[in-house]
């Protein structure tokens, strides 16, 4: 990897379940997708970068099955929540492995063994390796996540949230989210083919254009869309900068960690 610091700060990157697993299948990576983005992430060589994937196939349907977002109910969900976090460790792996394949130092950190939630929410964070990391020149790849909940005994932690919170407490730049659709519209594409996407709005235009976002069709237990942008305002209010892009085309990603406009850009003014 050749490596360019980034005077303009820390740069996170959120990969889709959608974007690092195949749709609709059961734990089955998009490898191809995996090792172009890799390339990308590679080839951009921005530093300091945290990367973080969500779960697809491999990390919804198990916490689906076991009800492991609602918390401990029964002791039959333990085995429930060991194979959702056993699940997202493997897809873990695959992003980690393509990453060091193409020289990229990615260390993968596991959400679940440094935060703890309340009600699916982050409560506390150790953020001290992630911080060594980082000064370092390590690449932390993070993920969606089984977590200890304060209220619920066990939970989810989406990606989303776990990105955006550390875009704040890190006080990132940009926080790049590369999703399976090609940004906002000004209303949802599948039902009005004349909607128009949007290139860069405000958190005020944001409000303008909220019934125009539609959730994700596919089995979600963290949120879709909805739940992306309503993570992303805390950042954006601490004056990060969010894109949401499709890293499903090639380039995309290597574009938008290059610092050019793709997808939807939003700013806090
Ligand atoms: C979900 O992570 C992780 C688990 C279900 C354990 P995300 O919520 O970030 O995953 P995607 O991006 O929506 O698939």
Do not use: C
């Amino acid at each position: 990897m050749k490596r360019r610091d980034n005077a303009e700060g820390l740069t996170i990157l959120k990969l889709g379940g959608s974007v690092v697993t195949e749709k609709g299948a059961l734990l089955t990576p998009n490898m191809p997708a995996i090792r172009r983005l890799a390339r990308e992430v590679s080839d951009a060589g921005v530093s300091p970068l945290i990367l973080v994937h969500g779960g697809g196939g491999f990390g919804h349907p198990l916490a689906e099955r076991y009800g492991i977002k609602d918390g401990f109910r029964e002791p039959q969900q333990l085995i429930g929540f060991s194979k959702t976090h056993e699940a997202m460790v493997s897809l873990n792996r695959f992003v980690v492995e393509a990453l060091v394949e193409e020289g990229v130092p990615a260390f993968g950190m596991p959400p679940s063994s440094f935060t703890v939630t309340r009600g699916g929410r982050v409560a506390s964070i150790h953020d001290e390796p992630l911080r060594m990391a980082l000064s370092l020149g390590l690449v932390p790849v993070l993920y969606g996540d089984v977590t200890l909940d304060l209220e619920r005994g066990f939970t989810v932690l989406s990606g989303d949230q776990i990105a955006a919170l550390l875009a704040v407490r890190f006080e990132a730049k940009r926080i790049i989210m590369g999703v399976d659709v090609d940004g906002l519209y000004t209303e949802d594409p599948k039902i009005n083919p004349s909607a128009r996407l949007i290139r860069h709005l405000t958190l005020k235009d944001l409000e303008e254009v909220w019934g125009g976002i539609r959730g994700s069709s596919s089995t979600d237990v963290t949120g879709g869309m909805m739940g992306k942008i309503l993570e992303l305002i805390p950042p954006i209010k601490h004056g990060a900068k969010a894109l949401i892009v499709n890293a499903l085309k090639p380039g995309n990603v290597y574009s938008a960690l290059k610092g050019e406009l793709v997808g939807t850009e939003i700013t806090k003014e």
